[in-house]
Structures are given as structure tokens and as C-alpha cells.
């Protein structure tokens, strides 16, 4: 029997033994028993966590380094399991966090050896290892998550120490294959203030799930700064020189975290302390971090913070569509019509090829049959840029419509409702089309569908905007998925996540993280449109017989029929 096949029998019996354990008790192996969650524990982590075995007795070079690239499935310790493939020396000085590198699968791994597993020759003490895989992605020691197809290697040096091979050399950073990525590495949503100091805005990073995640967490945001792609558009409530004092947030038995800061702490204003609590407990919140609140203390005294009211996205208030003599809000079978809004559409003698309703209903944005773009409302219906090949309008919470000309990115306009142009600058300047824009709910990101150097893509962008509120420019274009083929629509899931109704021949529904990595299910049969909501459970997708169908679990459900038009709302 050769050393791998030992270790991967050796592998097999430690996961079954954890299955049965987690199947028949469900209660934890170690400390006090606890009801519901563990404090700090984050409520999406799975039941189980993949185990690795550590090293096998005999085991040769390769079959060291493969488990020991194995042995990153277990973060638990500080990946105390992969440390104990490395000699001492080297298990000190290794630093699992610096990066992840995320390859197609553990099978599609190469092991290249100057010494032969199963003979194992006695020639030498050391032994040079190469491993070839083929990486689709990244995550940096920030936890920022971004897409890196290539074929990769990594070199190793092993080492016999009183006759067993263990790892003297390796480089930092873990490889770990993408089935099994989502499993052991959670996506958490750092929450920055935008520019107003009013809304927050998500900056995605992906960190081991494990029960220490608050602490992971308020490192990252305390001593660290956003991602640099979304950087111009948001700030930290967080002064460079207040830093965590105790490497560890500790939640007591009211759910209260205890947050050590340094001295430099103690000279700041209310207003700072209560935007530094409000960002910490809303970051652990979105995370799913059980708290009731965030305690900031300095030498074990407690400093008096308060809390800044920040402005939410309206609720869903379900889907909007037009009808024929209808237009509004729809639950159950009854359509609601929408104030100064629902009277202007209706009186519309045009085809209305899409809509986008304004967060707190006042207007609407719209394309009509002729591809102008206008805006109802307030009993007015206004042009607002009758330019050719416009692609759907997106309005923003400020109250602006962007417009902009498929074959001309660069060209992107911001209009107010006073039917002011604002033009846009640096807008996907290597883009050569551009085939849906969305602006997201806080105003501070804007997507959208380009091409460029012939790949079609989605991009998400900073946008940054002066005193008055008024969009100027963009930021630099992050790549977040590359596409197969055209989106016939694109909206927002939530905060974090965008949903694209790609046109292939059996069309599909892309939900996608920005900032990570993205699912695709069938969409309904004839699929010609879509809509967003406040989270993905709640996406909407109109049908070529004017059908509209929303999740039913992990099914589509038809809940309503005869529409003209699906509607979406700003933000979404």
C-alpha cells in the first residue's frame, strides 16, 4: 500500500468519524454546553467543517506536500493540522493568512518529486517538490476575493527529520480547490460610511468560518481601509491612529462585544465614537455575528459612545409591473397604484419598453419605444435625453437618471429631475460597449455590463459625487465576472450582490457577489426581463407571455400574469 493511498484511507475514516459524531450528538466535543449558537459564531456556518488528517507515518515527500495542501480545508488552530506537515522551524515562520489561491480541484494537482514516494531511496535527507495546478481565483491577506485564471506552481523543500519527511521550505498562503472554497471561507460585508456620513456601503471580504470570525472581523475594519477600487467613494469612521489594544473581542453572556482600543481613543469627539460603534455593530450584524451591542473600552474603562442613525433601503413592498390599464404595486391579485406616478404612465400613448421607480415612489425613470429616455412624475413627463441606443436607465437615491449610449460608455449622464445633464467622468474607459447600468441603493457603486478587449464583462465602480450630491466621476472599473454570453437585464440582490439574466439558449440566472464568487440556475421558460429586491430570495423574472414568476424554495412560482412591463425600483 503506498503512502498516498494510506493517507487518503486515513483521511476517509476521520471524516466518517466526525460525520457519525456530528449526526448522532450535534453537541460540541469540549467547554461549557451552550444552547443555540456559540457566542461570536456566525449563524451561516455549515454544520461541519471539512477535516483533514495530519501526516501519515512513512509517508514520502509528495505525499507529504499533498497533504499538507490538503490539510488547508481545516482552519481550525491556525491550521494547526497543516503545520504539523512542516518542521518545527518552519511551522513557526508560516503564515497561513497572507493569501488563497483557489484552484479547479485537489484531482487536477501534479506532484513532481526528485525522490520517488514508493521507493522512498535513502540517498538523501532532502527532497525538492513542484506542484503544478491551474488557479481561477484569489484572495489576498485583506480578504479581497478576485478572479485570476492561470496555470500556477508552487515549489517546496522536504526535509527528513528523524525518519520522517516534513516541509523545511513553502510558501505562505494556502491553495484550496473551489468546491470546497465556499465550505471553509465565508463572505462578510465590511460596512464604510459613503460620503455623507449617512448611508453605509459594503466592501466584501472572505475570511475562514470559524467561531472567532468577530474578531477577524474588527481587525480588518479597525486596522485596515477599503477595498482600493471602492476607496473614492466611501470613508471609515476610524482614525489611522486608533488601533484594537487586545487581539480578541470577547462576547459576554448579554451578547455584548468588548472592543480594546489604545489611548489614542480617548481624545475623540462623540460624534466620531458614535459613527466608530454604529459601523463596528452594523459590520458584526450584516456578518450574522450574534450581538446586542459593541462596548469600546481603553485600559478596562468603558467609553461613553452612542449610536448615528443611518438611512435604510425602503422595504420591497412587492413587485411592480404595468398592466394593461394598470400600473403599480402588486401582492396577491391586487395592484396598488403609485401616487403621481401610476396616472403620468397611464397616460402615456407609447410603447414603455422599462421602468425604474424612484425609492420613495415621487417618480419614475423610463424608456420608451422610440429609446428616449424620460422621466414621470408629479403630473410632467419629461425628455431627458433622446439620444440613440440608450440602454435601460437606472435612477440613483439622489434622484438622478443615468443614461447612457450602448455604443458609447464613455458617454454615461447623470440628469436631474430639473433635466440638467451631468456628464460622467472616466467612465469604463476601456469599455467598448456597454449593455445595462445599475446604481446601486447607497448611491456610492454603479454596475454594469461592458465589453472590453472583446470579453464581455460585469464592472462595478466607486462613484464619487461633490458637496451637492451631484455624480462627477467614476472610479477605477473592478472586473467581477466575466460573461458567456449577453445579460438581458441586470439589477442589485441586496447590498452585495448583483442578478443578471444571461441570454443563452436556455437562459440563465447569474447572482453573483461583488467581490467573490457567483451561482446560476434556470431561469423560467421564455425569461425576457428581470427585477431585483433587498436579498436574492426575493428576485422577480418576467416571462415572453407576460407571466411573472419569484423563488418558491428552490423553484420558480408564478404570481401573477398579464404584464407589459416589469418594473424595477432604484437600488434593485
Known amino acids: 500500500m503506498t503512502a498516498r493511498v494510506r493517507r487518503v484511507l486515513a483521511a476517509i475514516a476521520a471524516t466518517t468519524a466526525m460525520l457519525i459524531m456530528t449526526a448522532c ?22 454544520d461541519f467543517l471539512p477535516l483533514a488528517s495530519g501526516p501519515i507515518e512513512g509517508a514520502g515527500p509528495a505525499a507529504i506536500v499533498e497533504g499538507f495542501m490538503e490539510a488547508a480545508i481545516t482552519p481550525a488552530d491556525n491550521w494547526d493540522t497543516a503545520r504539523k506537515f512542516l518542521t518545527p522551524e518552519m511551522a513557526a515562520s508560516w503564515r497561513p493568512n497572507t493569501g488563497v489561491s483557489i484552484d479547479v480541484s485537489a484531482d487536477s494537482r501534479s506532484f513532481t518529486s526528485t525522490v520517488d514516494d514508493d521507493t522512498d531511496s535513502a540517498d538523501g535527507d532532502t527532497a525538492d517538490v513542484r506542484v503544478q495546478f491551474e488557479q481561477v481565483a484569489s484572495v489576498d491577506g485583506t480578504g479581497a476575493f478576485a478572479q485570476a485564471v492561470s496555470a500556477s506552481n508552487s515549489a517546496f523543500v522536504v526535509t527528513r527529520i528523524e525518519g520522517q519527511w516534513r516541509i523545511s521550505e513553502a510558501p505562505d498562503g494556502i491553495v484550496i480547490d473551489e468546491s470546497r472554497f465556499p465550505r471553509v471561507y465565508g463572505d462578510y460585508a465590511l460596512q464604510y460610511y459613503d460620503q455623507t456620513w449617512e448611508r453605509l456601503v459594503p466592501d466584501v471580504r472572505w475570511f475562514p468560518r470559524r467561531v472567532t470570525i468577530a474578531t477577524t472581523i ?42 480594546a482600543l489604545n489611548r489614542a481613543a480617548l481624545s475623540l469627539d462623540a460624534t466620531t465614537l458614535a459613527r466608530m460603534r454604529t459601523q463596528l455593530q452594523q459590520t458584526l450584524a450584516a456578518a450574522g455575528v450574534q450581538i446586542n451591542q459593541v462596548r469600546f473600552t481603553v485600559d478596562g474603562r468603558a467609553l461613553e459612545a452612542g449610536v448615528v442613525e443611518i438611512v435604510d433601503t425602503p422595504s420591497d413592498g412587492g413587485g411592480i409591473v404595468l398592466k394593461e390599464g394598470a400600473f403599480g404595486t402588486v401582492v396577491g391579485n391586487q395592484i396598488t397604484p403609485i401616487p403621481g406616478v401610476t396616472e403620468e404612465i397611464l397616460g402615456i400613448t407609447q410603447p414603455i419598453l422599462a421602468i425604474d421607480v424612484a425609492g420613495d415612489d415621487s417618480h419614475a425613470a423610463m424608456q420608451l419605444g422610440n429609446g428616449h429616455v424620460y422621466i414621470a412624475g408629479d403630473g410632467r413627463v419629461d425628455e431627458l435625453d433622446p439620444r440613440s441606443r440608450l440602454v435601460r436607465p437606472s435612477l440613483d437615491p439622489y434622484d438622478y437618471t443615468w443614461s447612457v449610449p450602448s455604443d458609447a460608455p464613455s458617454a454615461l449622464l447623470a440628469i436631474g429631475d430639473d433635466v440638467v445633464s451631468h456628464p460622467i467622468e472616466d467612465a469604463w474607459p476601456e469599455a467598448s ?63 452585495d450582490r448583483v442578478g443578471l439574466l444571461v441570454d443563452r439558449e436556455d437562459r440563465m440566472v447569474l447572482t453573483q457577489i461583488v467581490g467573490g464568487t457567483g451561482t446560476t440556475e434556470s431561469a423560467p421558460s421564455g425569461a425576457v426581463s428581470i427585477a431585483g429586491s433587498r436579498s436574492a430570495a426575493g428576485i422577480r423574472v418576467l416571462g415572453a407571455e407576460g407571466a411573472v414568476y419569484a423563488r418558491s424554495g428552490s423553484a420558480w412560482s408564478e404570481f401573477t400574469d398579464g404584464v407589459i412591463v416589469l418594473a424595477t425600483r432604484a437600488g434593485r
Open 218 to 259: 474588527t481587525q480588518s475594519l479597525i486596522g485596515g481601509a477599503p477595498s482600493p477600487w471602492l476607496d473614492p467613494a466611501v470613508q471609515s469612521a476610524f482614525p489611522p491612529d486608533v488601533q484594537m489594544a487586545r487581539d480578541a473581542v470577547p462576547i459576554d453572556v448579554d451578547q455584548v462585544a468588548d472592543v
Open 25 to 46: 450528538t450535534g453537541l460540541p466535543t469540549t467547554g461549557d454546553v451552550q444552547s443555540g449558537l456559540a457566542l461570536g459564531a456566525s449563524p451561516e456556518d455549515p
Open 433 to 495: 460597449e456597454v449593455s445595462a447600468v445599475r446604481v446601486s441603493a447607497d448611491g456610492a457603486r454603479v454596475a454594469a455590463v461592458v465589453v472590453i478587449g472583446g470579453q464581455r464583462w460585469v464592472v462595478v465602480s466607486a462613484v464619487v459625487r461633490d458637496d451637492s450630491g451631484v455624480p462627477t466621476r467614476l472610479g477605477e472599473t473592478e472586473r467581477v465576472a466575466q460573461l458567456d454570453a449577453p445579460a438581458a437585464g441586470l439589477v442589485w440582490l441586496g447590498s
